[in-house]
């Protein structure tokens, strides 16, 4: 008898939810018992919504982690993206409020010869999604096949698709199930999710963006910087370079938020334009992609090839060109009505007169799902026009009655929910706060890269 049948007869999903419970380790067999069984259909989503949520009550060790970063990876193909000359450089982050930096990176990066083959997920909980931000642009297909996506590569220098059948579905499925099971926040879940997919794509460097602050999965800078090791640790022992930025979530990133808003901040920047946070960080990260792409010898000698990019034009013409290779309508570059537009706005206006002392960044994002921009149940599809705009950020002046944001909305009744948690969400204080907290607050694994890009 074959290992395999082995596992199939022996394994018992029961027995690894009540072992996980208990606090005992699982071995690599249970978990990748498990992770089988669930992508083949075999095991319901109730069960594995309760081993999912005691990995969040319980954790898992390294071994465990590791097992379950392979097992997600080896649900589906792994790509050989060997035949392409560049090198295969991705960005990831874990998820944000108004973090739509991988719209920009990815045509920026594929700009300056680096070929980024990105897969990315939808929203999950408060944050928003990569693919569902693409979605809004009419015609965008996230659900290339291998071949197409390859082809698209080659052609463009950069691809964005999602899980696939063939590409990390576990990842696929059991991400869906986390979104709505409130089993979102475990580093361990978060490192396996994130690193199975980015290893299925056939990198050779990635660059991860970990989020910290009340808009982040991980709120505290101590429990971002574990995961970001985690995450770097995961990688290097699969032989890639891997480089963990641990920047600002306390508030949301740039000024829009919701799928449609998103894409038109993201032609703002990529027009040279666009709030100072998000071109910053957009910057600092396509950095990185460049140098651990050998592009550019340091970060910062990519970050200026970067800004020429953007300032040629170079960057949003590959926007462009990816957009209608994966056939959307690129006319949404130069004509943003052609983007779902809400049918309603509200404005939120500042009781006081005062000084944005912070905003509860995650209660933003829940608006924005409240709106219908994210999903509260895995069958919701979202709605792509529907979002919110905010006119002041942290450390902002308002006069009383001055507008704080706008929200886009199609239903009344969301609208009422929504602008409650927005309107609670801002704190105007009377005196402005001395220090700002930094947009990049530290590196994770950059001392192991050396002055080529090359791992030391
Ligand atoms: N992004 C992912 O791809 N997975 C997670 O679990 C969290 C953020």
Redesign the pocket.
């Known amino acids: 008898m074959n290992p395999v049948t082995l596992v199939q007869q022996t394994f018992r999903a029961i027995d690894v939810i009540r072992k996980k419970r208990d606090g005992v380790e699982l071995s690599r067999a249970e978990i990748e018992g498990l992770v089988s069984a669930y992508t083949a259909g075999e095991i319901p989503d109730y069960q594995v919504s309760a081993w999912l949520m005691a990995v969040v009550l319980k954790g898992m060790t390294r071994p465990e982690t590791a097992a379950l970063t392979d097992a997600m990876l080896r649900s589906g193909e792994v790509l050989d993206l060997s035949s392409l000359p560049a090198k295969k450089v991705d960005k990831?982050?874990?998820?944000g409020v108004g973090d739509k930096t991988s719209l920009v990176l990815a045509p920026l990066a594929a700009g300056a010869g680096v070929a980024v083959p990105m897969i990315s997920?939808r929203g999950?909980g408060h944050?928003g999604g990569t693919l569902d931000k693409l979605e809004a642009i009419p015609g965008f297909n996230v659900n290339l096949p291998v071949a197409e996506f390859r082809r698209v590569l080659e052609v463009c220098g950069c691809a964005m698709i999602g899980q696939t059948a063939e590409i990390a579905p576990a990842?696929r499925k059991l991400?869906a199930l986390?979104d709505v099971t409130g089993t979102?926040e475990s580093p361990y879940?978060?490192c396996a999710?994130?690193m199975s997919?980015k290893l299925a794509e056939g990198i050779d460097a990635l660059v991860l963006d970990v989020k910290t602050g009340s808009g982040a999965?991980m709120k505290s800078e101590k429990d971002a910087a574990f995961l970001a090791e985690l995450m770097v640790e995961t990688g290097e022992r699969m032989g890639k370079q891997v480089v963990a930025l641990i920047t600002d979530m306390d508030q949301p990133l740039g000024n829009m938020i919701g799928n449609a808003l998103e894409v038109v901040e993201v032609v703002e920047v990529l027009r040279g334009g666009g709030p100072e946070d998000l071109r910053e960080l957009c910057l600092e990260l396509a950095g990185w992609m460049l140098h651990l792409g050998g592009i550019s010898s340091t970060v910062a000698e990519g970050k200026q090839q970067s800004a020429k990019l953007i300032a040629s034009g170079k960057a949003l013409e590959k926007f462009r060109q990816m957009v209608e290779l994966q056939g959307g309508d690129a006319r949404v570059v130069d004509d943003a009505k052609r983007l779902p537009q809400a049918q309603h706005t509200i404005q939120v206006a500042s009781a006081k007169a005062g000084y944005v002392g912070s905003i509860q960044c995650e209660q933003v994002g829940t608006a924005c799902v409240i709106l219908g921009g994210g999903r509260e149940r895995k069958e919701d599809s979202v709605d792509p026009a529907v979002g919110i705009v905010l006119h002041k950020k942290v450390g902002d002046r308002v006069a009383t009655g001055e507008p704080l944001a706008t929200i886009y909305y199609n239903a009344e009744a969301r609208a009422a929910r929504a602008r409650q948690l927005i309107e609670a969400s801002f704190e105007v204080t009377g005196t402005a706060s001395a220090a700002r907290r930094p947009l990049i607050h530290r590196v994770i694994g950059e001392k192991t890269i050396g002055k080529s890009g090359e791992k030391n």
Do not use: E
């Open positions: 990831h982050s874990t998820g997920g999950l944050t990842d991400y986390r979102v879940l978060i999710s994130i997919k999965f």
